[in-house]
């Protein structure tokens, strides 16, 4: 069966077993992937920050930014733009993304989708890309710096 809506043009749902690997389960990925690269702790992500060695990359959602507020210097980038954001030779980049050699830090909220953020970034040769221990929760919990978040009018929200 071919599926035409997918770009290799096979059935992703009746595919062959012949090499396949078992389902994975979440927390099986995230110990397999986190194994190919060194995660780091809020105090080496703040100095990393602070000494022009790393660009903190916040992808947590509007909501949890707007209720727990922001790290001071990071870049807000959603979860869904991140890979179209970080890629230097992307048409979409940020400025930030002068190289593959950039070393980002990915925060999400408690360290776990960052994990798999870090290794999407891995896959688009960012080798240097890592993500925050216990994400935003660990850096507030460390006592380092966390602004306000602007507040947005109800009237933006809904738009």
Do not use: K
């Not at 009746?14 to 190919?36: C, F, K, Q």
């Amino acid at each position: 069966m071919n599926d035409l809506n997918h770009p290799s043009g096979t059935d992703v749902h009746h595919a062959s077993g012949a090499g396949e690997e078992p389902p994975t389960g979440i927390d099986e990925l995230l110990e397999r992937v986190r194994r190919g690269y060194v995660r780091v702790g809020p105090r080496e992500a703040y100095d990393a920050a602070r000494e022009g060695d790393g660009l903190l990359v916040d992808i947590r959602y509007a909501a949890l930014r707007e209720r727990d507020g922001l790290i001071p210097g990071a870049v807000v980038v959603e979860r869904n733009e991140l890979e179209w954001r970080l890629d230097p030779r992307g048409s979409h980049h940020l400025p930030e993304a002068t190289g593959h050699d950039l070393r980002v830090v990915v925060i999400c909220n408690e360290g776990y989708a960052s994990s798999l953020a870090a290794v999407s970034l891995h896959r688009l040769g960012l080798r240097r890309a890592t993500d925050l221990i216990g994400g935003f929760q660990a850096w507030r919990s460390a006592g380092l710096p966390v602004a306000a978040a602007p507040s947005v009018p109800a009237e933006a929200r809904e738009a």
